[in-house]
């Protein structure tokens, strides 16, 4: 299948997540694609090794002659071009597609949908928002199934027409996006009702078989997986044996390493719903003692939800905060990691917290509080995956 062959393709900001994916099928299906970046990240490898060159500069180019501009959210404005959300909504109408989206768990959903039809043999394709080791990447073009995550953040979940869609769950995450939760369940609603075939996440129970990650918030992730299967006509007795085999995708969770018997575990949790489940995840598979390095993420959900993310974070032992890590956002006066860090030792007085604005400053003030025996976890959605290895190098 090559329908994007008469294309040619530049992608602003390719290195993301989301966007080196979207180049690495565009490519596979006959775009000519190059693309630019500020920065070098490990998504760039997989970009590279699809023949795809990439221009790492602190400026974007001009578009080259001929070239459409497709722009990351994280770069609009910067360059003219078609929006990343326009983009995908063109690859999703070009192959039966199953799209999940949700406030959390999409990412690993998404991942064991694409597990368990690359191990039976079904040749799917993929564009998921992290790395999944077992599936050597983020991104594939493939000649059954297009598995998709999907994203309500700026509403453009709205446009996608698969054949399947997927709702994990509802929570209101963006603040400057939508003014309550009942906004974010009325345009999930919306899009629901324009699909054929649909599974909502939350009128599932949680799935009891054996699974190779822990976790509530895994089973019930591996419920909703197995709900969108069945609907792609994978019988649940095929996919089970298939599933439990499954172990995660990169930053959920995620086992670093270990030193000075100290394990050290990163993931992206951000919000206060996915914090505490992946702190209960900790305690389930046996850790007695958790100390969190946490980088807030956003301005804007600090500023609403500090109280919430302080009362995730009181289920851990010892607690290190940083500064906020902005992404998209401009400061807002008032608004900083300290808002956490003063709900905390007011919710639990007596416990150990930590103001490290910086990351660095965070893993030297765990490193030194660590016994033998705990749990290290490193959590957000920025780039606090960055302190995982530094983390290491005190322990040892």
Do not use: C
């Amino acid at each position: 299948m090559q329908p994007l062959a008469d294309r040619k393709l530049f992608f602003v900001g390719i290195g993301g997540a989301g966007l080196s994916g979207y180049a690495i099928v565009a490519r596979a299906w006959g775009a000519e694609v190059v693309g630019w970046d500020r920065y070098e990240t490990p998504y760039l490898v997989h970009v590279r090794e699809a023949g795809i060159a990439v221009e790492v500069s602190d400026e974007p180019p001009t578009v080259p002659d001929g070239y459409e501009a497709i722009v990351s959210t994280a770069f609009a404005g910067h360059v003219e071009g078609r929006t990343r959300a326009e983009l995908l909504a063109e690859l999703v109408s070009f192959q039966d597609s199953i799209v999940v989206a949700g406030a959390h768990g999409k990412t690993t959903t998404a991942a064991m949908i694409a597990f368990v039809l690359d191990r039976l043999g079904r040749d799917p394709g993929f564009l998921i928002g992290a790395e999944v080791p077992q599936l050597d990447g983020n991104a594939r073009a493939g000649s059954g199934w297009l598995v998709v995550e999907g994203d309500e953040s700026d509403r453009t979940i709205e446009r996608l027409r698969p054949a399947i869609a997927v709702v994990t769950n509802v929570d209101l995450d963006h603040h400057t996006e939508f003014a309550s939760r009942g906004e974010v369940e009325a345009l999930f609603e919306r899009w629901l009702s324009d699909v054929p075939l649909t599974v909502r996440g939350d009128d599932l129970e949680p799935y009891e078989g054996e699974l190779g990650i822990s976790g509530e918030h895994n089973r019930r992730n591996a419920a909703t997986a197995l709900a969108a299967l069945e609907l792609a006509g994978v019988q649940s007795r095929d996919a089970w044996p298939v599933l439990r085999r499954f172990r995660g995708a990169g930053r959920r969770l995620q086992e670093v390493g270990v030193a000075g018997d100290v394990r050290v575990v990163d993931d992206y949790a951000h919000h206060p719903a996915e914090i505490e489940v992946t702190l209960a995840a900790l305690r389930e598979q046996g850790a007695a003692r958790v100390l969190v390095l946490f980088q807030p993420h956003l301005f804007s959900r600090t500023r609403h939800l500090s109280r919430e993310i302080a009362v995730a974070l009181a289920a851990a032992d010892t607690v290190a905060v940083t500064e906020i890590y902005p992404a998209r956002e401009q400061p807002i006066e008032g608004v900083s990691g300290k808002l956490v860090v003063d709900a905390l030792t007011e919710l639990r007085s007596g416990m150990t917290v930590g103001w490290t604005p910086l990351i660095e400053d965070g893993v030297r003030f765990l490193s030194r509080r660590a016994r033998p025996g705990d749990v290290i976890l490193t959590v957000g959605a920025g780039d606090v995956d960055r302190a995982a290895p530094l983390v290491l190098e005190e322990l040892e």
